[in-house]
């Protein structure tokens, strides 16, 4: 099993350092591998006024510390092919995993610059996408070291998402790519307060049971401390004090299927 866990933007390197360790513990527990994630800049904002985070730079020096210090692998998205140019000059060594955000899953120059790195890929399916649709973006990645490929719901009218379960064993029955499910993102309301994303982090726990009962082994969780107080996607990241009982309950739910 597989876990990528950490809170939506990188804030401080205090924040993130407790969120990582916290994360790692837990998933060490159950010999879980474990991926800290976050972002240095949240580029798909619903309105100006959304902050978008520290920088890359200031991001990824913090993200070197918390390597260094708890030994763990990292994960954060990119938005352009000189972004990526940049990790790979001078934090080859610190990332991990890049991220193609869902939105940008069919930027052809995007996805085959990080496919040319010696990174892993983690491409989120757009929201926009049927499960059939993925063989197209793969096609796009065959130079790439590993392809993940994440589920993060599909839209259902104005600012609502559905997760097709149906659609999720379309992809593990069709793909050699390893399939992530993101059950954080799945129940947020896209723009769904106007000037920034709703949603619901209640229904988290129960997606992640559903899931791992499917079969999926590998899932994707935004954690934060105070989600409310988050300066994005708080409503659906799901509260640090509630990690270790949803993931206890996914290594349970995998081994009873």
Known sequence: MKIIAGPCQHETLTESLL???????VCDKHGIEYYFKASFDKANRSSMQGKRGVGLNATLDDFATIKNTLGC????DVHTVEQISHITTFYNAVVDVLQ????L???TDLVQAACDTDKIVNIKKGQFLAPWDVKGIL??????KEVWIT???TSFGYNSLVVDYTGLIYMLDN??????FDVTHSVQKPGGLGDSSGGNRDYVPGLARAGSALGI???FIEVHPMPDDSPSDGPNMLRLDNFEQVVDDLVKYQYEQ
């Not at 692998?73 to 954060?76: A, I, M, S, V």
């Not at 193609?100 to 939105?103: K, L, R, S, T």
């Not at 096609?139 to 790439?144: E, F, L």
């Not at 793909?175 to 992530?180: A, E, F, G, L, P």
Request: glycine letters at 2%.
């Open 217 to 219: 082994t590998s899932f």
């Open 73 to 76: 692998k990292t994960l954060t």
């Open 175 to 180: 793909y050699d790519s390893d399939i992530v």
């Open 19 to 25: 969120i990582a360790n916290i994360c790692k513990k």
């Open 105 to 107: 899953c069919r930027q």
């Open 151 to 153: 589920e993060r719901g």
């Open 100 to 103: 193609i955000p869902a939105f």
């Open 139 to 144: 096609s796009k990645c065959t130079d790439a």
